[in-house]
């Protein structure tokens, strides 16, 4: 059982940055598989990005390629989403969430979800 807390979130004009982080309760958070998500009102919840259970493999959607930085710090249960050179349509809810197993960019395939955190970039 994992249980994830997004913080970070907020309002940032366009070309700004914002880092998000994802704490994680349990022991064997560094078994998980990780991932960000975001949910822009009316629209499905999209990959944003994902992280092995090392850090040392990363996966980016094409849309933010270059831009997001994933990362993790097993030892503070941590998981990190660095957003630079942000543009309006980077505004949603972005989600943090966990599985077991290999990589996955679907949001039916993670186990574990926080509740969400709020990024708005203004134009």
């Known amino acids: 059982q994992v249980q994830l807390v997004e913080s970070g979130g907020g309002l940032v004009q366009a070309g700004g940055s914002l880092r998000l982080s994802c704490a994680a309760s349990g022991r064997t958070f560094s078994s998980y598989f990780m991932g960000w998500f975001r949910q822009a009102p009316g629209k499905e919840r999209r990959f944003v990005a994902a992280?092995?259970?090392?850090?040392?493999?990363?996966y980016y959607a094409n849309s933010v390629k270059g831009r997001f930085t994933i990362s993790r710090d097993n030892a503070k249960n941590t998981v990190y989403l660095q957003m630079n050179s942000l543009k309006f349509e980077d505004s949603a809810v972005y989600y943090c969430a966990a599985k077991t197993g290999g990589f996955g960019d679907y949001a039916a395939q993670y186990n574990y979800w926080g509740q969400g955190t709020q990024v708005t970039v203004s134009s």
């Open positions: 992280v092995t259970w090392s850090g040392a493999g990363t």
